[in-house]
């Protein structure tokens, strides 16, 4: 039995003066028979909290960064009137700081043999399955002098997907594909794509398009226009090794990967291309591959949300060969990892030959800002010393990135925010060059 301290009320029963505290509750009770009559009748009256009957609705998925509703219905099935505080617990993640207690938090009446639906409101701060805890009901009497208290599970699950910010650049994106896809006007050329049609020659048209049987047979210049090739392959390689684990800003580099993962899976696949996916560190981690093009950015979503970094060194050799694996024929191998210098010298250089000989390989990778700010400073011993190192990382860092295009490695190398849509970029650019 759970005793509220109701100092008011105690005064007026004649058992304490207004602010004296008693050493002990079971002393009080055995001096003032009336107060202990009254609380043990409270506490009768009290409606029982084990019979009580809960159900859950609402929301099971969110993205990062918006609410859920999830809606709670308490049943009283007993003959007394139930006037109750309720705690909803979830995991501290699902709540901004500082909010959870009046998010989780509600106080209810429910009359015998009624029911009531109360609201929690999660905004959860991680993304991932974030499960509800146990419900604590403290159940009062009449008079609020004493109280009952019990807990329930009732299980449920939001989850919490990538927020998927970059989604505002797939417009101008799929716009730029129409145009390479012959939808409007302009139509690309280039070696490697699929024949379209013939029109009549331009200045400024690549005389290698010049379609010489064609022009014999009519009067005018005849040229040839392409599309590029649908259905290609696309295999989308996630390190998820420490490396990822890095911040950059308030971002960690993997969450900013996913970011670009999911616009380049939306593009692809509205281009006509397969896409895979493929999450490694020195295991296999998470696997989308062979869905359809319509079910492939779901599938993908779904695979990405529960990952998280793994604070070990990524095995590049059993990436590469799990790549391989997945990309039997020739694909456009999509690489998102680091470009700090010893992963990729001592781990990813030594075996990249076994991509790039068979597949065409972008490599993704995020890289921090502050440091050509740091390259930037002047002004104090410090700042000039700061530059220093910030103007080394930064060529360390272009080094690497010019031994990989020497094995014929397409290099991204850009911030948090702009590395989605450079991605895409680069897509596109392949697409529009034939090297699909």
């Known amino acids: 039995m759970a005793l509220t301290g109701r100092t008011a009320l105690l005064a007026a029963l004649g058992s304490l003066p207004v602010g004296i505290v008693a050493p002990s509750w079971t002393g009080m009770l055995a001096v003032n028979a009336p107060l202990s009559l009254?609380?043990?009748?409270?506490?009768?009256?009290?409606?029982?909290?084990?019979?009580?009957?809960?159900?859950?609705?609402?929301?099971?998925?969110?993205?990062?960064?918006?609410?859920?509703?999830?809606?709670?219905?308490?049943?009283?099935?007993?003959?007394?009137?139930?006037?109750?505080?309720?705690?909803?617990?979830?995991?501290?993640?699902?709540?901004?700081?500082?909010?959870?207690?009046?998010?989780?938090?509600?106080?209810?009446?429910?009359?015998?043999?009624?029911?009531?639906?109360?609201?929690?409101?999660?905004?959860?701060?991680?993304?991932?399955?974030?499960?509800?805890?146990?419900?604590?009901?403290?159940?009062?009497?009449?008079?609020?002098?004493?109280?009952?208290?019990?807990?329930?599970?009732?299980?449920?699950?939001?989850?919490?997907?990538?927020?998927?910010?970059?989604?505002?650049?797939?417009?101008?994106?799929?716009?730029?594909?129409?145009?390479?896809?012959g939808r409007t006007s302009l139509l690309t050329r280039g070696e490697g794509t699929?024949?379209?049609?013939?029109?009549?020659?331009?200045?400024?048209?690549?005389?290698?398009?010049?379609?010489?049987?064609?022009?014999?047979?009519?009067?005018?210049?005849?040229?040839?226009?392409?599309?590029?090739?649908?259905?290609?392959?696309?295999?989308?390689?996630?390190?998820?090794?420490?490396?990822?684990?890095?911040?950059?800003?308030?971002?960690?580099?993997?969450?900013?990967?996913?970011?670009?993962?999911?616009?380049?899976?939306?593009?692809?696949?509205?281009?006509?291309?397969?896409?895979?996916?493929?999450?490694?560190?020195?295991?296999?981690?998470?696997?989308?591959?062979?869905?359809?093009?319509?079910?492939?950015?779901?599938?993908?979503?779904?695979?990405?949300?529960?990952l998280e970094p793994e604070l070990v060194e990524t095995d590049a050799r059993g990436l590469v060969a799990a790549a391989l694996a997945h990309a039997p024929r020739r694909s456009l191998i999509v690489l998102l990892t680091s470009l700090d210098a010893a992963p990729v010298e001592e781990g990813l250089l030594p075996v990249l030959p076994q991509l790039t000989q068979r597949h065409t390989v972008l490599l993704a990778a995020v890289s921090d800002p502050q440091g050509a700010a740091m390259a930037g400073a002047r002004g104090t011993v410090d700042a000039i010393y700061e530059a220093a190192a910030g103007a080394e990382a930064e060529a360390q860092r272009r080094r690497t990135a010019d031994q990989l295009k020497r094995y014929g490695v397409v290099v991204v190398d850009a911030p948090p925010d702009a590395l989605a849509p450079a991605l895409a970029d680069a897509y596109l650019a392949l697409k529009a060059a034939g090297r699909l």
Request: hydrophobic residues 40%; glycine residues 6%; charged residues 30%.
């Open 194 to 306: 699929e024949f379209d049609s013939l029109r009549a020659y331009v200045p400024g048209d690549d005389v290698r398009s010049i379609d010489w049987r064609a022009t014999a047979r009519q009067s005018a210049v005849a040229v040839r226009t392409w599309r590029p090739e649908r259905d290609r392959h696309v295999l989308v390689v996630l390190d998820t090794g420490r490396t990822s684990a890095g911040r950059v800003g308030d971002v960690p580099r993997l969450d900013a990967a996913m970011d670009a993962t999911l616009l380049l899976t939306a593009l692809a696949a509205r281009a006509g291309d397969r896409v895979d996916l493929l999450a490694y560190s020195r295991r296999v981690r998470a696997r989308v591959q062979g869905r359809a093009g319509g079910e492939v950015l779901a599938a993908v979503v779904d695979a990405l949300t529960p």
């Open 38 to 181: 009254a609380i043990l009748c409270d506490y009768a009256l009290a409606a029982p909290v084990r019979s009580l009957q809960f159900t859950r609705s609402g929301d099971t998925t969110v993205r990062l960064g918006d609410q859920a509703e999830v809606q709670l219905s308490v049943v009283n099935p007993s003959r007394r009137r139930l006037r109750a505080h309720l705690r909803d617990a979830w995991p501290p993640s699902s709540w901004l700081p500082g909010t959870e207690h009046a998010s989780s938090r509600h106080e209810l009446t429910v009359p015998p043999g009624e029911r009531r639906r109360l609201s929690t409101v999660l905004r959860p701060t991680r993304r991932g399955d974030r499960k509800a805890e146990q419900i604590t009901v403290r159940s009062y009497g009449p008079l609020g002098l004493a109280a009952r208290q019990g807990s329930h599970r009732v299980p449920w699950t939001v989850r919490v997907l990538p927020p998927f910010t970059s989604r505002k650049h797939l417009p101008s994106r799929l716009a730029r594909l129409r145009e390479l896809d």
